[in-house]
């Protein structure tokens, strides 16, 4: 049993200062400097930016996609990316939830290096920089690259900072790598729905990239893999610690159920209610000659 003591701030109110109609040009990210009071602000109704795809090595371009964004209930930025959506929560300038539908593998594209903040959001809902983080971690995706790579935009998509948080190397590599994994796995026998989110905490001690990035350290992650219809719907569920703990060999200690998921997070999760309240003793077993690739 995971006992975790964490409050929580999911259902934020941005304060979009300044946002009543007023001449003025903005850029590309619906945002521009008040020619009377020098406040640089955000327009929420004309924030809609195109992607130009940036194509590795022996790709074939796409056509250029759109990021849509949107307001939801005054507290989320939602954006639509190619095969996936996150939620962004301006004041902390991080993604708080993320959602895709994981296919059976037909792609084969390569991963793409660079990583950059991207267009789509407002310049206050996004972190300062694209860098690196250091000191121990990683640029963590909360959807990876490798469940996306049948389109060369998605795949780029996915490195947009909008999509990253600081992981500790550990964790990254470890327990929350080996969830993709068992995605990766798994996607080739049945579609699978994946949600997944940020669990703040109260540890502040991590909390080093405030100034570098202007975003805080989850102390959790947690991921829900869906698969199945009806009768047969079976759902797993982790909330996996952002500590060097979380290696792969630990990740069944991680295991929840989807009712105490609800529970920790606030959240509602589509998951059939008799499927909620079970716990695998185990970990979704890797299939015996899969392609993690």
């Not at 708080?96 to 390569?110: C, E, H, L, M």
């Not at 952002?242 to 509602?268: C, M, P, W």
Request: one cysteine or more; hydrophobic letters at 35%; aromatic letters at 10%.
């Amino acid at each position: 049993m995971l006992a975790l003591r964490l409050t929580f701030g999911f259902f934020i109110v941005l304060c979009w200062n300044g946002a009543h109609a007023h001449p003025g040009k903005v850029n590309t990210e619906g945002c521009h400097t008040h020619r009377k009071t020098s406040e640089y602000h955000c327009h929420e109704d004309r924030i809609k930016a195109k992607v130009e795809p940036v194509v590795p090595p022996n790709q074939t371009a796409q056509p250029p996609a759109q990021v849509q964004a949107s307001m939801e209930s005054n507290e989320l930025l939602k954006l639509d990316y190619e095969g996936f959506t996150l939620w962004i929560d301006c004041k902390e300038r991080a993604v708080i939830r993320f959602r895709y539908t994981a296919q059976r593998d037909n792609g084969n594209v390569k991963r793409y290096d660079q990583f950059e903040l991207g267009p789509g959001a407002p310049a206050a809902c996004q972190q300062f920089s694209s860098h690196a983080y250091g000191n121990g971690y990683d640029r963590g995706h909360q959807v990876p690259a490798n469940h996306l790579d049948d389109s060369v935009n998605a795949i780029h998509q996915s490195n947009y900072m909008a999509n990253i948080l600081p992981q500790t190397s550990q964790m990254n590599r470890g327990a929350w790598l080996l969830t993709e994994e068992i995605i990766e796995c798994y996607r080739d026998i049945d579609a699978l729905l994946v949600l997944g989110g940020v669990i703040w905490g109260q540890d502040t001690s991590n909390d080093i990239f405030t100034s570098s990035h202007g975003v805080r350290t989850p102390d959790y992650f947690y991921k829900v893999i869906v698969r199945g219809t009806g009768a047969d719907e079976r759902a797993i569920a982790w909330v996996v610690p952002n500590s060097t703990e979380a290696t792969k060999r630990k990740l069944d200690h991680f295991l929840v159920s989807i009712d105490e998921l609800e529970k920790l997070t606030g959240e509602q999760f589509p998951v059939a209610d008799y499927a909620k309240h079970d716990k695998p003793a185990t970990s979704w077993l890797i299939p015996y000659g899969c392609n993690k690739s």
